[in-house]
């Protein structure tokens, strides 16, 4: 699929456009518009193919399945390591009510196959209606064409409140209260 190319593109070809056919022949006339619409297809095309440009949607996507649980999304995209990810997010999901998530940051390596994206979840659970908020950082990886969730780990900041869906060995894999 192609997106669009930048309203400053169309009004450049239009205007080359309008110089040939004012200055030209009409054989002139087609092979320069051949090549300017050549341009504008690979233009558009090399746009399209930056894989890292998938990425903030996917991100978006899964967490707005989280938060509205709607797991068949959460099955695509988060496939884990080991294929149980999918499983533990829905389990903990399940013990929680989300009020709002937001992407914080979205890093992704020099290679672009892999990111660190950085969430905010708001929530709470039917014991205590008390909101709470909370941090994971979340590591994906392209593959397959697409972007995938791997793990979810801690923030970086060791001071910052974990959000429910944070896994580690040691926990009890319960949400925080």
Not at 28 to 55: E, M, N, Q, T, Y
Not at 77 to 90: F, K, N, P, W
Not at 134 to 155: F, M, N, T, V
Request: aromatic share 6%; glycine share 6%.
């Amino acid at each position: 699929m192609h997106s669009a190319p930048p309203k400053s593109t169309i009004n450049d070809v239009q205007r080359a456009m309008s110089l040939l056919v004012l200055s030209g022949s009409p054989r002139r006339i087609s092979k320069w518009i051949a090549v300017l619409l050549a341009g504008l297809f690979a233009g558009s095309c090399s746009a399209a193919s930056d894989p890292s440009r998938h990425l903030p949607l996917a991100v978006r996507e899964l967490v707005e399945a989280v938060t509205w649980k709607h797991y068949p999304v959460v099955a695509r995209y988060a496939v884990g390591t080991d294929g149980s990810l999918a499983g533990e997010i829905r389990k903990r999901s399940e013990a929680v009510e989300m009020a709002e998530s937001e992407v914080v940051d979205v890093a992704v390596s020099a290679d672009g196959d892999h990111a660190a994206v950085l969430v905010r979840y708001t929530w709470y659970t039917s014991r205590d209606t008390t909101l709470k908020s909370g941090h994971e950082l979340q590591h994906w990886a392209r593959a397959r064409g697409g972007w995938y969730i791997e793990s979810i780990g801690p923030p970086v900041d060791p001071a910052a409140r974990r959000s429910p869906f944070v896994m580690e060995e040691d926990d009890d894999k319960s949400p925080q209260n």
